[in-house]
Each structure stands twice: as C-alpha cells, then as structure tokens.
C-alpha cells in the first residue's frame, strides 16, 4: 500500500493507533533514507524527551549534512586555497549550471533557460518589467495592465505597485480569496486585449493553493499577454513543467524546500525564445556579451546570461546544490506523493484533535488543489505559536491567525508530523484553559479515546 492509500485511514482509532500508524509509514517509506542526510534530524524520536518538531520547512528548510562539506570544502579548498583563480576555475559558470540542474530535477525546463543570482524580489523586478516594456513598448502599444491578485505574496504587489507606477501601467486586481487561490475563471474575466502580463503565485502563499498551471497560462496567452509564475512556494516539493505547459516567465526562492539557506539566492526562469527580445532593466558587466572586455556600451549577451547583473553571490549558491541532486536522484514525483501523504496525515489529526477545539482549516482538502503545506487557523493561534516555539516545536504563524504547517518530504517524517500536531493540540488545549505550556494542556486530555 502507498503512503498516499494508507494515510486516508490515518484518522481511525486513537492516538496509540496514529502514532502507530506513523511509525508504519516511515517505516515504508521509500524516501527515509533522505531524512538522515539533513542536520538536526536525529533530534526527533522516541529518544528525546522534548520531541523537537519542525513544521516550518516552507519557510526555511533545514541544512543538508553534505551543504556542510560543501560549504567548509569551499572555504578551506576552493577560496582558501585557489583564492581569485577560482573564478575562471569554476564560478563563473556555477549561476547558468546549477540552473540548469535545477530546471532538470524540479522545473520540467531545458538547458539554458534558467539562471541562479540575486533575490526573489529583484528578479521578479528584471522579469517583469522586461515583459511589460516588451508588450507594451515593443510590440503593442494598448497592453496598459498588469493582472495580479489581492492575496499574492507582498513583494509580489507591492513590486508590481512600482512597475506599474514607473511605467505608467494600470493594475487589474483579481479579488483572490485567502482561503483559497486564484482560479482559471477569475483570469478568464480578468484578462484581454490590454492585458500585458500577469503575475501569480503557483502555490498560495497563506493556503497553499495550487493553481492551474497549464491552464491559466493557456488563457493568458489567448489574450495575447505573458505570465509570470511565482514557484517559491512549489519548487522542490510540487512537480513542475515549465516547458511543457509553455510559460513565458518564472521566479522562485532557493531557501525553502531546496535547503539553500538564509538569504540563499533566487533562481529565474525565461522561455529560450524570448531571451533574445525581452531587455532586461538592470543592466550590468555580468550580463554583456564579453564580461572582460569592459568596453564602454552595454552590449548583452545572447541567451539567458542577459539576465543577470552583478557578481553572482557563490558561496550563497552552494547548499542549494544538494537538495536539487537529492530530487533528482529521488524523482520530483516520488516527493510529491510523500508530499501529498504527510499533508492528508495532517490534515486527518487536524480534523480529529483541533477542529473540535474550535480550528478552520483553510488549506484546500482536496489534494489535487493543496500545495506542501496545511493552513488553519483559530483567535488563539498567535500565543499558541510563541509557547510552540518555546517548546522547539516550530510551525509558522501569519496574521491575523493562521498557523501553518509546513511539511518538507526530503527531511520530515510521519512521526515528527504526528508530534508537531500533538503538540499544537496540547498548547491550544491550554491556552483555552487559560493555562501555559504543552504539559497543561496534555495533561488536561489524558483519558479521552481520541487525546482530547
């Protein structure tokens, strides 16, 4: 039976019978193996008398043993000893390889359509201002609007607040619901004969929406517009196919499911033929035609090196590189279906511990439409995340009040999801007692066949 089958029965019996359950799974999991290969990992189990659960790898996924080597390696060897050589050695080239490593694992992308360098804000940015100025300017002068929705991510509007201002443009906002996403029909109605791009996250950042890809693109383009996609939320964790479903434009943040660290690097995607037509506004030597040349004009470079800009941030790109080999060696699809069982186990405590405590679920239950991570939501769940993270229980908190349980497949088990949520359940239990601490409230459910 695969995990996907087994965790629809995860609701039934207690919560011997659910832990068990989870034992089980990782115990038939073909991808537990990976779960070792990450640091702090070894820290959750029966051993340890805290359990410590980390439910936040949607918004900074754990290191990798192997980032540790690679980045000590790195200071000891490759800059230590090799010094300013190293750039004709091998950095140079590390932006446009490790993109094309990632657009093979995760992305459904050829060779030489996607880039690694600077953050998710400003090559959201470089993208979308060469696509507005190309439709707009270059190419059709009644393409005024930019399409975006009133939930996406902040930087995402507030970027395009300032595109749109610069350039004189005018912003449709699709009115999204936060609980859910935006769908094919909403772009439908919102797109047409003016519309020049439209930008939209692939996975709901508060919700964990999954939208239509292919779909939404397909309708884009009918109109005669571009789309940007956002996939920091679903790179590494959902399958995608950027090729295949003809996107024009996509960017995405390293620091998430693909372990790349603090402050990591974002990577951008840009469809091989318009490479050569979109320009890019932020013109520097990384991305002319001869870097050491220096003449005195910017000339680009052909292809997807136009689209950087300065030194690319190397040491900021090594950790990355391992989890991308881990999914590739794994298989994007293989992660997905550990994805989609740990999202419906938690969904099924969820529903058997919180949702009697007064919890909304508001991540879609419906996998097909659910992203890596399960939203819910209560009044109390801004103390609840700080006593959790008192606890080295760790989920994420968004206003006014959600909680989200983010769930990465490469370095979480079913018996961490199992004490995360239990533990959510004991401190939510307590603060609606008006005590503190996970003991109050675990105490306060001993003998209820369910834990309650």
């Not at 610069?166 to 912003?171: D, F, H, M, N, P």
């Not at 035609?289 to 900021?316: C, E, Q």
């Not at 206003?399 to 995360?420: K, Q, Y």
């Amino acid at each position: 039976m695969t995990p996907r089958t087994e965790s629809s029965h995860a609701g039934l019996g207690g919560q011997d019978a659910q832990l068990a359950f989870a034992r089980r799974m990782d115990r038939i999991d073909g991808l537990a193996h990976y779960r070792r290969q990450f640091v702090g990992t070894d820290a959750v189990g029966d051993a340890n008398p805290n359990p410590f659960a980390y439910l936040d790898g949607n918004s900074l996924g754990r290191p990798t043993l192997a980032g540790v080597a690679r980045i000590t390696e790195f200071l000891t060897h490759d800059w230590g000893t090799r010094l300013i050589r190293g750039w004709d050695e091998e950095w140079m080239g590390l932006p446009l390889k490790i993109g094309d490593d990632l657009g093979r694992a995760a992305l459904g992308a050829g060779s030489g359509q996607v880039f690694v360098g600077d953050s998710t804000t400003v090559l959201l940015y470089k993208l979308a201002r060469a696509a507005v100025d190309y439709r707009r300017i270059d190419t059709d002068p009644v393409r005024t609007e930019i399409v975006l929705d009133t939930d996406n991510f902040p930087t995402d509007r507030y970027l395009l607040e300032g595109i749109a201002a610069e350039r004189g443009l005018t912003l449709h906002w699709i009115h999204s619901d936060p609980a859910a996403g935006v769908t094919v029909d909403q772009v439908r109605h919102a797109v047409g004969p003016q519309t020049a791009l439209v930008l939209l996250s692939h996975v709901a950042y508060r919700s964990g929406f999954l939208a239509d890809m292919r779909a939404i693109t397909d309708q884009v383009h009918a109109v005669g517009g571009l789309v940007l996609w956002d996939l920091s939320h679903s790179v590494g964790s959902v399958p995608v196919e950027l090729d295949l479903c003809d996107v024009d434009l996509a960017v995405g943040c390293s620091y998430k499911y693909l372990n790349g660290g603090p402050g990591a690097p974002a990577f951008g995607y840009v469809r091989r033929d318009l490479q050569d037509v979109l320009t890019q506004p932020i013109q520097g030597w990384m991305g002319t035609k001869d870097v050491f040349t220096m003449g005195p004009g910017y000339v680009p470079a052909d292809g997807i090196r136009r689209f950087m800009s300065g030194t690319p941030p190397i040491v900021g790109m090594l950790a990355m590189q391992d989890t991308i080999a881990m999914i590739e060696e794994a298989g994007i699809d293989q992660v997905r279906a550990k994805s989609v069982a740990l999202t419906e186990f938690a969904l099924s405590l969820v529903d058997t511990w919180l949702v009697p405590l007064g919890v909304r679920v508001t991540s879609p239950r419906e996998h097909t439409h659910r992203g890596g991570h399960v939203t819910i939501n209560h009044p109390a769940m801004r103390q609840v995340t700080k006593t959790l993270w008192e606890h080295d229980v760790i989920p994420d908190f968004r206003g006014p009040d959600a909680l989200r349980i983010g769930l990465s497949p490469l370095s979480t088990s079913f018996v961490e999801t199992f004490e995360g949520v239990a533990a959510i359940r004991d401190v939510l239990r307590g603060v609606l007692l008006g005590q503190s601490g996970l003991a109050a409230g675990a105490e306060a459910g001993r003998g209820t066949p369910t834990g309650l």
